[in-house]
């Protein structure tokens, strides 16, 4: 079993609709939670980062942390066709020296316009 | 441009040649990570630098592969006699590690094909 899962998708919705993007993961040490969106042949690009539970909100995107049900979410409102790209769960944990960060696979998001 | 710099963008080589890849960290940050990332899959942890030590390498990381970060500034990866199965694209992250802050900023990649 792999630490953290993500579907991969596709996933296709039209524009304006909220997009929902899951991960779950085993390792209940993880305590920082991070989205990323990547384009096409891009370096990934940090659009959420947490710390612990809870909520985060920033413009269209909010993330959700919920560490008793080892599942994060990132929620995206009114989404546009340039959303269109794949997103990234990470999460990381301290271990002895520094960090242990894992990624999950990625989920394609398609926004139609 | 004052975010994460990676060169060359885009690298073709022959099985058995060397090649070695540039990244260029935001300047105040001092960790330094590099990863590879294959086609369908989240990027994947080789090593990562405190301002000029490397303090940990990935399993996935061969005695081919070498990395430097000299001055505690930009670094290089070189990867000897290289394999088809190196192609892949290889990230540079960088990050300001401030008590619990770890939020890491990505490179462009280079992406490596070896033919």
């Known amino acids: 079993q792999k630490e953290v899962e993500q579907d991969p998708g596709p996933l296709s919705v039209p524009e304006g609709a909220i997009v929902s993007l899951n991960c779950t993961y085993s390792n209940s040490a993880f305590q920082y939670f991070m989205w990323y969106r990547q384009y096409s042949r891009k370096g990934p690009e940090l659009l959420m980062y947490t710390y612990s539970s809870g909520n985060k909100e920033d413009g269209r995107f909010t993330a959700q942390v919920d560490k008793s049900s080892k599942y994060i979410s990132l929620f995206i409102r009114d989404s546009q066709p340039s959303d269109s790209a794949t997103y990234l769960c990470a999460m990381s944990a301290r271990k002895t020296g520094g960090f242990k960060t894992i990624f999950g696979a990625g989920t394609r998001l398609f926004v139609k316009a | 441009d004052t975010g994460v710099s990676q060169n060359p963008r885009h690298k073709i080589t022959k099985r058995g040649q060397n090649v070695t890849f540039r990244c260029d960290p935001i300047?105040?940050?001092?960790?330094l990570y590099w990863y590879r990332q294959t086609l369908g899959q989240g990027p994947e942890f080789l090593t990562y630098?405190?301002?000029?030590?490397?303090?940990?390498k990935s399993r996935l990381l061969s005695d081919r592969f070498s990395a430097e970060r000299p001055k505690g500034s930009f670094s290089t990866l070189e990867i000897q006699r290289t394999e088809q199965g190196d192609s892949a694209m290889y990230l540079c992250?960088?990050?300001?590690?401030?008590?619990?802050?770890?939020?890491?900023?990505f490179g462009q990649g280079t992406r490596l094909t070896v033919v």
């Open positions: 630098f405190q301002n000029e030590a490397q303090l940990e």
């Open positions: 992250a960088s990050s300001l590690v401030v008590g619990m802050n770890t939020e890491a900023f």
């Open positions: 300047s105040e940050h001092n960790r």
